[in-house]
C-alpha cells in the first residue's frame, strides 16, 4: 500500500517562510491535498489539486510538487498558522483509495 | 450553511457494534462522494473508507476491511459507517468528509468519539 512521509515537526521564526515536505510514490501520479488542524479542531483543507486553494485559505499558501515529493509552503508565517499538518493523497493505483502523512507540527517562534 | 455531524460515538466492549451516522446539510449530498476517516488520541489522521455517490465503488482501509460497513442514504441526506468486532486499537475520533473531485476532502464534520474498552 502506499505510504506518505512528513517530518513530523518543523518551526519558523514569525514572518518567515517554511516548507513542509510530503514524500510517497503515489505523489508521482497524483496531487496532495493538505490539511490544517489545530487542538481540539477537525481538519480544515488548505490545498488540493494543482496548488488551488479552498475560499478562506490565505494566499501566503501555496502548494507545489516535483517527482516523489509534494510541498506546503507558507509565505510569512503567522501566529495563528502554528498547527499540526497533514498531507493525503490517492494510492498509487489510482483506485478510489486515500493515505494520509502522519502529520507535520509547525510551530511558529 | 455547509454542514457535517456525525453522531454514534461512544463507550463499547472489545467484540461488540456500534452505527455511527453523519447528518449533511446545506449542499447536494448526492452529487458527492464521501468518506470516513478517524484519528487516534493524541495520533495523526488515517483514511477508511470511501463510497461513491451512488455507492457503486465502496472501499476500505486494510485496517477496517471485512469489519466495517460504509452506507448513505441519498434521501435522507446521511451517511452511515456500521462497526463491527470492534478492537481496542479502533478508538479514535471519527469523522465524515466530503469528497471534492478525488482531490481532497472539502468539508469535515467535528467528528463522533468512539471508545473500545472493557
Known amino acids: 500500500s502506499s505510504e506518505l512521509t512528513q517530518d513530523p515537526a518543523v518551526s519558523v521564526a514569525l514572518g518567515q517562510t517554511v516548507t513542509i515536505t510530503c514524500q510517497g510514490n503515489?505523489?508521482?501520479?497524483?496531487?496532495a491535498s493538505w490539511y490544517q488542524q489545530k487542538p481540539g479542531q477537525a481538519p480544515v483543507l488548505v490545498i488540493y489539486?494543482?496548488?488551488q486553494r479552498p475560499s478562506g485559505t490565505p494566499d501566503r499558501f501555496s502548494g507545489s510538487s516535483s517527482g516523489d515529493t509534494a510541498s506546503l509552503t507558507i509565505t510569512g508565517a503567522q501566529a495563528e498558522d502554528e498547527a499540526d499538518y497533514y498531507c493525503n493523497s490517492r494510492d498509487y493505483t489510482g483506485n478510489l483509495y486515500w493515505v494520509f502523512g502522519g502529520g507535520t507540527k509547525l510551530t511558529v517562534l | 450553511e455547509v454542514q457535517l455531524v456525525e453522531s454514534g460515538g461512544g463507550l463499547v466492549e472489545p467484540g461488540e457494534s456500534l452505527r455511527l451516522s453523519c447528518a449533511a446539510s446545506g449542499f447536494s449530498f448526492s452529487s458527492f462522494g464521501m468518506n470516513w476517516v478517524r484519528q487516534a488520541p493524541g495520533k495523526g489522521l488515517e483514511w477508511i473508507s470511501y463510497?461513491?455517490?451512488?455507492?457503486?465503488?465502496?472501499n476500505y482501509a486494510d485496517s477496517v476491511k471485512g469489519r466495517f460497513t460504509i452506507s448513505r442514504d441519498n434521501a435522507n441526506n446521511s451517511l452511515f459507517l456500521q462497526m463491527d468486532s470492534l478492537r481496542a486499537e479502533d478508538t479514535a475520533l471519527y469523522y465524515c468528509?466530503?469528497?471534492?473531485?478525488?482531490?481532497?476532502?472539502?468539508?469535515w464534520g467535528q467528528g463522533t468519539m468512539v471508545t473500545v474498552s472493557s
Open positions: 463510497i461513491s455517490i451512488s455507492s457503486s465503488t465502496i
Open positions: 489539486g494543482k496548488n
Open positions: 503515489n505523489l508521482r501520479r497524483f496531487f
Open positions: 468528509a466530503r469528497d471534492y473531485r478525488h482531490d481532497g476532502f472539502d468539508i
